[in-house]
C-alpha cells in the first residue's frame, strides 16, 4: 500500500516477505530525525553489538556503507537484485501495489458470497491488508466446537489442501481465531487465489460434519 514516507522515521522490511526472497535478511532506513535520536539517546541496557546503530553519541556510520558482522550469502543478494528486477518490470512499487490489491478483491468478493460462514478477522475494511489476508470462521456449527475441536477441523482441512496441492500452511496463528491466512502480495497471481478459495470452501464444508 502506499505510505507517507515523510510520517516515517524507522521503516524495516524484508527481502522475504513482498520481494519473495531468502528468509532471514532485511533491511532499515532512518530518517535524519532518528539519525540524530540515535546521537542523544542513551540506553538504559546494554544493546548487542549486532543491533548498535550508534557508540560514543556517534552514528557507526560502516553499518551504512557495506561493513557487515558477518558477510551475507551473495546468492541471496543476487536473488533480492533480481526480484527488484521484476518489480520494476511490472511497473515498479505502483504495479506490485495494483496486483496485490487486486488479489484481496478475489477473496473480499469470495467473502461476500460466503458470509454465512467465514468473514475477514480485521472488523474495519480499512485495517484489512492486501497482502497477509486473514479470515475467520464464523459459521455457528463451527463455533460451537471446543478449541481442540475446532484446531483439529482446521489441521484436517490444511493436510487435504497440502495434499492436493492446492495450499500449504494457510491455517491462522495459533492464538489468533480460527481460520485462514492467505498470502495476497504480488509475487501471487489473482487468478490462483480464484482457483484457490472455492477448495477452501471445499475442504471446510467436507470436514465440518466429520
Same mark, same amino acid.
Given at each position: 500500500?502506499?505510505?507517507?514516507?515523510?510520517?516515517?522515521?524507522?521503516?524495516?522490511?524484508?527481502?522475504?516477505?513482498?520481494?519473495?526472497?531468502?528468509?532471514?535478511?532485511?533491511?532499515?532506513?532512518?530518517?535524519?530525525?532518528?539519525?540524530?535520536?540515535?546521537?542523544?539517546?542513551?540506553?538504559?541496557?546494554?544493546?548487542?553489538?549486532?543491533?548498535?546503530?550508534?557508540?560514543?553519541?556517534?552514528?557507526?556510520?560502516?553499518?551504512?556503507?557495506?561493513?557487515?558482522?558477518?558477510?551475507?550469502?551473495?546468492? /541471496?543478494?543476487?536473488? /533480492?537484485?533480481?526480484?527488484?528486477?521484476?518489480?520494476?518490470?511490472?511497473?515498479?512499487?505502483?504495479?506490485?501495489?495494483? =496486483?496485490?490489491?487486486?488479489?484481496?478483491?478475489?477473496?473480499?468478493?469470495?467473502?461476500?458470497?460466503?458470509?454465512?460462514?467465514?468473514?475477514?478477522? %480485521?472488523?474495519?475494511?480499512?485495517?484489512?491488508?492486501?497482502?497477509?489476508? /486473514?479470515?475467520?470462521?464464523?459459521?455457528?456449527?463451527?463455533?460451537?466446537?471446543?478449541?481442540?475441536?475446532? %484446531? %483439529?477441523?482446521?489441521?484436517?482441512?490444511?493436510?487435504?489442501?497440502?495434499?492436493?496441492?492446492?495450499?500449504?500452511?494457510?491455517?491462522?496463528?495459533?492464538?489468533?481465531?480460527?481460520?485462514? =491466512?492467505?498470502?495476497?502480495?504480488?509475487?501471487?497471481?489473482?487468478?490462483?487465489?480464484?482457483?484457490?478459495?472455492?477448495?477452501?470452501?471445499?475442504?471446510?464444508?467436507?470436514?465440518?460434519?466429520?
Amino acid at each position: 500500500m502506499p505510505m507517507d514516507w515523510t510520517k516515517l522515521d524507522v521503516i524495516t522490511w524484508s527481502w522475504q516477505k513482498v520481494l519473495g526472497g531468502e528468509a532471514a535478511h532485511g533491511m532499515i532506513a532512518l530518517s535524519p530525525k532518528a539519525l540524530e535520536r540515535l546521537k542523544t539517546h542513551q540506553p538504559t541496557w546494554p544493546i548487542p553489538k549486532i543491533f548498535r546503530l550508534a557508540e560514543d553519541k556517534k552514528i557507526l556510520e560502516g553499518v551504512f556503507e557495506g561493513e557487515t558482522i558477518n558477510t551475507p550469502s551473495m546468492l /541471496c543478494v543476487e536473488d /533480492c537484485i533480481d526480484a527488484l528486477l521484476w518489480i520494476e518490470s511490472i511497473g515498479g512499487s505502483e504495479g506490485a501495489i495494483k =496486483r496485490s490489491k487486486k488479489n484481496l478483491e478475489e477473496v473480499k468478493f469470495f467473502v461476500k458470497e460466503n458470509k454465512d460462514w467465514i468473514d475477514f478477522l %480485521a472488523e474495519k475494511e480499512n485495517t484489512i491488508s492486501s497482502t497477509s489476508i /486473514c479470515l475467520k470462521i464464523t459459521d455457528p456449527k463451527f463455533k460451537k466446537l471446543s478449541k481442540d475441536e475446532q %484446531a %483439529a477441523k482446521l489441521k484436517n482441512i490444511n493436510q487435504i489442501l497440502e495434499k492436493e496441492n492446492i495450499a500449504y500452511d494457510i491455517n491462522s496463528y495459533r492464538t489468533a481465531p480460527a481460520g485462514f =491466512r492467505i498470502w495476497g502480495g504480488a509475487t501471487v497471481e489473482s487468478t490462483d487465489i480464484e482457483k484457490l478459495l472455492p477448495w477452501i470452501k471445499w475442504a471446510y464444508l467436507t470436514n465440518l460434519n466429520v
